[in-house]
């Protein structure tokens, strides 16, 4: 890989420990894809927050950094291992929040927004159309990618580190246009209606993709949230993190079709529902918010709960920024859901709290929750806004 002077010097250390650090990784993962040279990036979204997937290791690494390294862009973090203000409130201990309080600090030291969110997007770290990017969650890499049209790789906790350090990626993968051109075809001829359909839609599309990139055609109407339940799916079950849909993906109108095509029907939506749901009647959590709810999702909550308490036997979390929970308290959605018994679940999630083997099931609008959490030996069921609100209420899945 070319590297210009000022490059040079940052590899030689020049720049300090982080930058030099920085550069090994980049120039190693340039190397190793072919990379002609680095790009400069406009903001960076860093996973691996959470102490539960970091343990001690992880924590001495960043320490490391954190000693001279600060971030060069805006830099924003993905959920942590609990809610920062109000961990006790999830059950969460006091040896786990000792621990991911260092991870926090080591961040703060580093220049990094605290956001703690799986979809930037929705508070401030928008990148623009073409915008090169490195981002590493995977919902919100196939947001930027397809939604937005903004270029990045899925990039690993450290390479985005690295990343923001330098503000700069190596050029390669998903960031040239070569790499960019879909390669499978899928009809979607199937009634979507509720969240969760997106999530089931998801899991057939990756299914069929393969690996590859598909060119979507046959939705005629999609909203936000529905997008963004569809993003987490996709890239989870096996498609590449970027997809286009005609009529929603910046540029996929000047896109050729391919010819392989798959179609997906009625049919595969109630068979993805069968994979993703297990046999199991009595729920012992229900989470909403996979990717972090936005305020219009947690309005809807605050009204299907409003008048009606959660059952004893069941926790009930909503997932979601905190920029989205401090929206919430404004229009009083937040004293409706707890006045009922629900809890907030800021800056973390389902996947990244340490809940194995707290709860036996659980109930969720998304189709990434159910996968994450059966490798936390979870039975799971996915449904509408509405299923999960009851069986938060019921304790039961109808
Ligand atoms: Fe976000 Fe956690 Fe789901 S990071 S996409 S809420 S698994």
């Known amino acids: 890989m070319q590297l210009t002077k000022d490059e040079e010097r940052m590899l030689n250390g020049e720049m300090g420990y982080a930058v030099r650090k920085s550069m090994e990784i980049l120039t190693a993962l340039g190397d190793i894809y072919g990379a002609d040279r680095l790009i400069k990036v406009g903001s960076v979204q860093v996973a691996g927050v959470s102490y539960h997937n970091l343990g001690d290791a992880g924590l001495d690494?960043?320490?490391?950094?954190?000693?001279?390294?600060?971030?060069?862009?805006?830099?924003?973090?993905?959920?942590?291992?609990?809610?920062?203000?109000?961990?006790?409130?999830?059950?969460?201990?006091?040896?786990?929040?000792?621990?991911?309080?260092?991870?926090?600090?080591?961040?703060?030291?580093?220049?990094?927004?605290?956001?703690?969110?799986?979809?930037?997007?929705?508070i401030g770290n928008l990148p623009r159309y073409g915008e090169h990017i490195a981002w590493s969650e995977s919902s919100a890499v196939t947001f930027a990618n397809s939604v937005i049209g903004a270029r990045t790789n899925r990039e690993g906790g450290p390479s985005a580190l690295a990343a923001a350090f330098v503000g700069k990626t190596p050029r390669y993968g998903l960031h040239l246009d070569e790499k960019r051109i879909p390669n499978i075809q899928v009809k979607v001829d199937a009634n979507l209606t509720r969240l969760s359909d997106w999530g089931a839609l998801g899991y057939c599309i990756g299914k069929k993709a393969e690996n590859k990139i598909?060119?979507?055609?046959?939705?005629?109407?999609?909203?936000?949230?529905?997008?963004?339940?569809?993003?987490?799916?996709?890239?989870?079950?096996?498609?590449?993190?970027?997809?286009?849909?005609?009529?929603?993906?910046?540029?996929?109108?000047?896109?050729?079709?391919?010819?392989?095509?798959?179609?997906?029907?009625?049919?595969?939506?109630?068979?993805?529902?069968?994979?993703?749901?297990?046999?199991?009647?009595?729920?012992e959590l229900v989470c909403v918010g996979c990717p972090h709810c936005s305020i219009k999702e947690i309005a809807e909550i605050a009204e299907l709960l409003a008048g009606k308490q959660v059952a004893e036997s069941t926790e009930f979390w909503v997932a979601t920024s905190r920029l989205m929970k401090q929206l919430s308290d404004k229009r009083g959605y937040t004293a409706t859901i707890e006045q009922a018994g629900g809890k907030f679940a800021c800056d973390t999630c389902m996947a990244v709290a340490p809940l194995k083997g707290r709860f036996k099931s659980l109930a969720t609008t998304s189709a990434k929750g159910c996968f994450y959490s059966r490798q936390n030996k979870m039975l799971t069921k996915m449904g509408s806004m509405r299923e999960c609100v009851e069986a938060a209420v019921t304790g039961k899945w109808n």
């Open 214 to 283: 598909p060119f979507i055609t046959g939705i005629k109407e999609v909203e936000l949230d529905e997008l963004k339940s569809f993003c987490a799916s996709v890239v989870t079950y096996g498609s590449q993190p970027l997809f286009y849909m005609q009529g929603i993906t910046p540029g996929a109108e000047n896109q050729i079709a391919p010819k392989e095509s798959v179609i997906v029907e009625d049919r595969d939506i109630r068979e993805a529902y069968d994979n993703i749901n297990d046999q199991v009647t009595d729920i």
């Open 61 to 122: 690494f960043l320490n490391e950094l954190a000693r001279d390294g600060k971030v060069k862009v805006t830099t924003t973090l993905n959920p942590a291992g609990m809610d920062l203000e109000n961990w006790q409130n999830l059950g969460i201990s006091e040896d786990f929040a000792a621990k991911q309080n260092l991870v926090i600090d080591a961040f703060t030291r580093m220049g990094i927004l605290i956001s703690c969110t799986c979809t930037p997007y929705l």
